[in-house]
C-alpha cells in the first residue's frame, strides 16, 4: 500500500519551456502532498507543501511564479517549472501524507524527476 | 539551517556484520524521526520510524534507537546484507506539524559480500 508514482521520470528540455511534473497517490488519498528538491550529494530540500483544494505553501526563498503547485484532487498534485532555466536542473521529488492527519506517520515518496535544461 | 545531520558520507561493511548509520539533531521540538532508503533514481522508501516517548524500536533486521538527551538516533541493520546497500536519510519532524519534516544529507551504506 501507500504508492506515489511521479510522472515524468526524465525531462530534458530546451531553456525557456515549461515542464508539467505530476504527482499521484495511487492506493490512497492525500490530503497533502509536499514538493522536495535535491542537489547532487545533499539533502531533500522542502519546496513548498501542497493541501487538496488549497494554496500551496512554498518555503522561504522558493519562488511561488516560477514553481506552480497544484493540487486539485486528492489523488493528484502538479508542479510547474514555469519558463525553465539551467540553473532549475535538479532531481525533484513529490510526497504524499494520507487522510490519518499529521500525527506518526510517515511521508510516501514517488520516485523523482529528473530535470535537465539546456 | 541544518537542523539534522548525518556527519558520515558513506559506510562500508561485510556481509553478515552490523551496519550502524547515525543521525544528530539540534531542534529540541522534534519527536518524530525516520529512516529512509534510497535507491539510484528512485524515491526514498519508508524504513522504520520512532516517537520520541520510545527509545528503541524494532522491525526485523532494523533496530532504530533514540537518545533525546544527546539529540541523536541511529539506524542499525544486522545482519546486513548486499541488497541494504543504498543511500539512507533521517528525518525529523514534530508529531503535529508533519509538513515540517527536516532531512539529513544521506548516507551512503555498501555491504560488501
Known amino acids: 500500500g501507500a504508492v506515489v508514482s511521479q510522472h515524468p521520470s526524465r525531462v530534458i528540455c530546451k531553456s525557456g519551456t515549461s515542464v508539467k511534473i505530476e504527482c499521484r497517490s495511487l492506493?490512497?488519498?492525500?490530503?497533502?502532498m509536499f514538493w522536495y528538491r535535491q542537489f547532487p550529494k545533499q539533502s531533500l530540500m522542502l519546496m513548498a507543501t501542497?493541501?487538496?483544494?488549497?494554496?500551496?505553501?512554498?518555503e522561504q526563498g522558493v519562488e511561488k511564479d516560477k514553481f506552480l503547485i497544484n493540487h486539485a484532487s486528492l489523488t493528484l498534485s502538479t508542479l510547474t517549472v514555469t519558463s525553465a532555466h539551467p540553473e532549475d536542473s535538479s532531481f525533484y521529488i513529490c510526497?504524499?501524507?494520507?487522510?490519518?492527519?499529521?500525527?506518526?506517520?510517515?511521508?510516501?515518496f514517488g520516485d523523482g524527476t529528473r530535470l535537465s535544461i539546456l | 539551517d541544518q537542523q539534522v545531520k548525518q556527519n558520515s558520507p558513506s559506510l562500508s561493511v561485510q556481509e553478515g556484520r552490523i551496519s550502524i548509520l547515525n543521525c544528530d539533531y539540534t531542534?529540541?521540538?522534534?519527536?518524530?524521526f525516520l529512516w529512509y532508503k534510497k535507491y539510484p533514481a528512485e524515491g526514498p522508501t519508508f524504513l522504520i520510524s520512532?516517537?520520541?516517548?520510545?527509545d528503541k524500536n524494532e522491525d526485523g533486521r532494523f533496530t532504530v534507537f533514540l537518545n533525546k538527551s544527546a539529540k541523536h538516533l541511529s539506524l542499525h541493520i544486522v545482519p546486513s546484507q548486499p541488497g541494504d546497500s543504498a543511500v539512507y536519510f533521517c528525518?525529523?519532524?514534530?508529531?503535529?506539524?508533519?509538513?515540517?519534516?527536516?532531512f539529513g544529507a544521506g548516507t551512503r551504506l555498501t555491504v560488501k559480500p
Open positions: 510526497s504524499a501524507l494520507g487522510q490519518g492527519g499529521y500525527s506518526n506517520q510517515p511521508q510516501h
Open positions: 492506493d490512497f488519498q492525500a490530503t497533502t
Open positions: 501542497s493541501n487538496e483544494g488549497s494554496k500551496a505553501t512554498y
Open positions: 531542534n529540541s521540538m522534534f519527536d518524530y
Open positions: 520512532i516517537s520520541s516517548i520510545k
Open positions: 528525518a525529523a519532524s514534530t508529531v503535529y506539524n508533519n509538513n515540517d519534516m527536516r
